[in-house]
């Protein structure tokens, strides 16, 4: 089975920068498009970034020009570099293939941009 855990949350000041981690169990990083998405209180879950196979990437509008995914397929894990952070990004990331698998879905981390 698959598992993904999620890493690199914390608290930062607007304005500053974080890279969330990704390692998944198996080698499904390098044979599947995979997204990070995110969560907010009292919100839906959205997708931010995601990649293909072949290393085409894609941003939700929100994050365009800040976020930046990538992936090591030799380590079967997918980044988040995340830069200029706003209050707006605070929220619980999780990373999932794309389109996402139910089961697949680990615990998150949490990214809190505050003052």
């Known amino acids: 089975q698959v598992q993904l855990v999620e890493s690199g949350g914390g608290l930062v000041q607007p304005g500053g920068s974080l890279r969330l981690s990704c390692a998944a169990s198996?080698?499904?990083?390098?044979?599947?498009?995979m997204g990070w998405y995110r969560q907010a209180p009292g919100k839906e879950r959205e997708l931010v970034a995601a990649?293909?196979?072949?290393?085409?990437?894609n941003y939700a509008d929100s994050v365009k020009g800040r976020f930046t995914i990538s992936r090591d397929n030799a380590k079967n894990t997918v980044y988040l570099q995340m830069n200029s952070l706003k209050p707006e990004d605070t929220a619980v990331y999780y990373c999932?293939?794309?389109?996402?698998?139910?089961?697949?879905w680990g615990q998150g981390t949490q990214v809190t941009v505050s003052s």
């Open positions: 999932n293939t794309r389109p996402y698998v139910t089961v697949y």
């Open positions: 198996r080698h499904i990083v390098s044979i599947s498009a």
């Open positions: 990649i293909t196979v072949p290393g085409s990437t």
